[in-house]
């Protein structure tokens, strides 16, 4: 017999029984309130197209970097997963076999977590994964992604989003979120699907296809991307379209927080040596920053709000990243200085009261240190919630734990699920409501916060922060 | 009706039941204690003059740059507050009501409860502060602060303040310190307010005004301050001034905690391009380093304990600094190295059983990393207990947790509050001993520590390592 | 009447009536499984002479620089202590009378926990030490240790010990290791006792007598230990004569993780210089560096698990280091980084199924930024446990907390005694039992882990993930 699949109702509370039940009343009040996405990776395909999502394992593993990456970690070849160049011919059936087989490995992880609410909740399962269940699995979930009710706007529909973010590209054309605004205006399917503006592609001098990603921007805009005035007119043209296609934000991923604000002249000097192809690492770096500000200039003027998610070391694994390419779960948190990075930035716009950023970080060491300290001051500065890595329970409770005290808790901006694992999505909303609800239980257990004061917060941290934050 | 104002009896004790029963009894054993108030800063005029407070904002809010920053964060003017050149202007109930509107921004933090014990225990309020209480706050908090029972010496006694220390630099004339003593000498009033010498104006090549400062150094003391020699001995001079006034201590905010050992006479070139205004920015920090261990062997002779408190961003707002001047909530930390920056100073002097260094830390990734193997390896060095942005609960409670195990209790030193909010000083070591209480009865409940030990170094953590360490 | 020494049944489990409850059934489960010790500094002499111990001080005291340090920290003379040149003048009974009068300094430290269980099980002692009972314990433990039930084998059977690992130089000539497997193999004692390859000694430019060191390392080998080529081959000669004498692992305590891939040309160039004696510290820590993954690449070869150990800057306390040699107490953790310093020898052996590398971090701000990432990633990678100033109870939880949720349970390798204290090894395993057991209990409780699972979890992290990691 394979063991049972159970969701507890109280799972992830506090286990003392009086804070407890405190966070279960505030859970209780709140767990229905409707998921607002406002920072993610969802393709809007899915959402304009409605497509059956495919089997099991196309769905739930091979795009899933916390899956493959800790079956990596343990020996396991990607190639045997459908990863890399090789798809054509592996077996989904075989590859979900072997996940069930090491299901064991993510024990204590919040993808065991997110995972067996997917299987309980959206496909009815009720034994857990194991080598025994594996078939049962993948012909269960494969079978009804085959059916309407499993299709991207049913689902979307079933977890209650009021509205989500995608993040792409300026080269993008934003063809599908035309499309559904269109079917919304339309009197049609009213889901709400917004874009967010990634300029990575075009701003990092090292990413793959920099300079031919400029032609493009380029070509798209009518500008001219070589000249420094061009580039920035062509950023404030695609924003705008990005605005217009509900847009309420950008999003900027670099190595670091560094930011820069030269001179008009020399900005456009550095941006020569960008286009030629002859910078340094050093001068990809300062370009990075000088754009951050440049950014930060144009939001104060389209009132777009900054995300910054700086630290993460890309492709970290050489050799994997030659073979497999991007995102195959080798990008590994840096140690990440905000005080001395951001000042550039804020000494030229700190205290717009227009602007608004919102920080995130890979470096928890900066959270009672920098983070906290600067949101609790800047008016411009928030604090996005605990990420990638530490969008887990005891992560977010080390958030709360680290940046309440000095920052509080209104100069934080609710939750971002931040994910391309459509299916997860209202998994991971629920446990950041359980943690926080947990965490603020706590307060009141401790007399630091009255039941009527932690009740308002729990309806701020689910919905209110988010809809300020995001402008949404 | 406004919400009722409550402090709970068990605030901030552990939730568990039987945890919480053993912190409390440890808490009744030593909540009575008087305070010994080692570093802080507090106006001895307050004490020498004794002239009333002024009206709630002119005490409460104007002076608290914790209140202020939270409040400018979400995008509210100082200049409402009060705060910054047009003073003249503001109204003091209208910034009074702005800061009960949005009281619910502290909400978590230690500002709140350090307040709200001020409200509740100085002024007897019972309902909470809130938009609708506002006035009722203002008009009794003002009025009572212009009775008797309110002025400052009458709220040193009735807060049980067995000892406090101001920190002065070394241009002070330490009148209101005299005028004190003289007092407690001829059988007046009995409070007992101390020095310490904090000499950053006359160290730190990077002060505003450093230059002019050095003059009067020289003015002061009779000593050619221009002079490496003369320089040194203005320090001897004062240090020894300072001790007649009550100083058992000299405190060092320097931006790192870096130390050096030159030899006389590079220290004394490097003395003359910083008194001739050439120098770089590395040859300030040197300075600051040599004189760190100039002023450890100082101690060497008199006796005066040091405490040094690095890492600390200054004024990292530009534009608010250059408006409304320093301490205005912008002061950020940063990462602080101790391993490689101590050094020198540990070569030179690390192994005398006369000197007593205490160090302090905003940055919370060395307090297991470097300054609990530090102090609990070299006899000169001690622990200060969590600082500024961490003098809060779940600060506090780091501290114990990354620093017992490997330092012990007996290489910390009790509880500073570090304050200019002399109302709340009270609330601030009741915070601490809450929280040493509730840490120890951790321990009791985990069998780690008998009961008997529990309350001995209950006392010793309130009374008796203060005491020791400052030499009081 | 002096306190008495209790260990509770129930010590280090949570406090919560609950989680105990789930804590004490795991821990029941695992508490008498045999003690696997991977990595140590015991002394095999002990097990191959088997003689006696010697006083108490001499066992218990002068040797365990977590006592010596503590007590140096409060001022009292190394010397006393039995410690240094003057050793033949000390009293032993007076310097265990100096840690009787001063064990209150050791409230809340694992040293404490560590030595109580010695007292009360191995020697059965029934009072606390203190001042009063000083004598008691001098006399009662000296006198044990003459007797034969407390000689080095035998303690190792009554600990229920299966395998411990001792570390030593390439110069060692393993006689001890010899002498114990051959009376294991002719039938006498059956202790299992291997040694570990600890090439430090040749391999770092800035081990005292290193250039002495590779003259011995020719002779032993037979090699020309002065050429690139004969060096490397040096490694591998006794790399395989360690792996003959039991050894399934080499060990690495270099001061930074940095490794480094030159080409072999530049290897030899550096070598070169090395062996010339004209280095600077750049060219060592070059040299250090390289030789890790010259280290991994032999691995792959003869199949030994590597350990890093990095990050302790080694006799920071230069004067002591002059009076009282190494390992004074006076190794202070560094902040390291890993993720640059790793990436040389991982792009060159990271993704081999056939490596196995065990890192350990004295800098824990590095669990779940860098650590738990990697080691969730590289398949060549696995965590070490909580290493030396972090081998406590709050430390092992920082541990488990920080890295689990992305590593998970299965990169991490069990628990590593990492110790010259012999008699404390089962309370230093002990310790590690209960942390993870209540680890666990915590997980049940919250609903984040079945029941059946943490069982199965406590008896891998007990014995199933040593006996894998380290090919025992």
Chains 1, 2, 3 share one sequence.
Not at 74 to 92: N, S, V
Not at 105 to 117: A, E, H
Not at 237 to 258: E, L, V
Request: glycine share 6%; hydrophobic share 40%.
């Amino acid at each position: 017999m394979p063991p049972k699949l159970e969701l507890h109702a109280d799972r992830l509370f506090p286990a003392d029984g009086s804070v407890r039940a405190i966070a279960r009343a505030l859970y209780a009040s709140i767990k229905d309130a409707p998921i607002i996405s406002p920072h993610g990776h969802t393709d809007p395909a899915w959402f304009a197209q409605n497509a059956p999502f495919g089997d099991a394992t196309d769905l739930l593993l091979r795009p899933d970097h916390y899956m493959f990456r800790m079956l990596y970690s343990q020996g396991i070849a990607l190639e045997d997963l459908g990863i890399g160049p090789a798809k054509a011919t592996y077996d989904p059936r075989k590859a979900w076999r072997i996940l069930a087989q090491n299901w064991h490995l993510f024990r204590g992880t919040p993808t065991r977590m997110w995972s067996d609410w997917v299987f309980a909740e959206v496909f009815g399962m009720t034994d857990m994964l194991c080598a025994e269940t594996a078939d049962a699995y993948f012909d269960t979930i494969t079978d009804k992604l085959g059916t309407d009710a499993f299709r991207p706007r049913a689902l979307f529909d079933r977890f209650n989003i009021a509205v989500i973010a995608t993040t792409e590209s300026p080269l993008d054309d934003l063809a599908h979120h035309a499309a559904i605004m269109a079917e919304n205006a339309s009197g049609g399917w009213q889901g709400r699907v917004v874009t967010a503006y990634r300029p990575d592609p075009v701003v990092d001098p090292d990413f793959e296809g920099f300079r031919a990603n400029l032609d493009r921007f380029s070509q798209i805009t009518g500008q001219d991307c070589t000249t420094w005035q061009g580039y920035l007119d062509a950023h404030r043209q695609r924003r705008a379209f990005f605005a217009r296609h509900g847009a309420t934000s950008t999003d900027h991923g670099h190595p670091t927080a560094q930011t820069a604000n030269l001179s008009a002249r020399d900005a456009a000097a550095l941006f020569d040596t960008i286009v030629a192809g002859t910078f340094t690492a050093a001068e990809a770096e300062l370009f990075r920053a000088q754009m951050l500000t440049e950014m930060a200039a144009m939001s104060l003027d389209d009132g777009l709000v900054m995300q910054i998610h700086p630290g993460s070391f890309r492709n970290h694994n050489e050799a994997l990243f030659h073979t497999f390419g991007r995102d195959k779960g080798a990008d590994i948190p840096m140690r990440t200085d905000y005080v001395h990075a951001l000042k550039p930035l804020l000494d030229a716009y700190g205290n717009e009261p227009g602007l608004s950023i919102i920080l995130f970080t890979l470096d928890e060491s900066v959270y009672a240190r920098e983070l906290a300290p600067l949101a609790g001051h800047y008016p411009c500065l928030k604090l996005g919630p605990a990420w990638w890595f530490h969008d887990s329970p005891e992560g977010m409770r080390r958030f709360r734990q680290a940046t309440t005290e000095t920052a509080g808790f209104y100069n934080t901006v609710g939750f971002n699920d931040d994910t391309r694992a459509f299916l997860s999505i209202p998994a991971r909303h629920d446990v950041a409501r359980r943690i926080d609800c947990g965490f603020l239980a706590q307060l009141v257990a401790e007399h630091r916060l009255a039941d009527w004061e932690a009740a308002e917060l729990a309806r701020d941290l689910t919905n209110g922060l988010v809809k300020k934050a995001y402008r949404l």
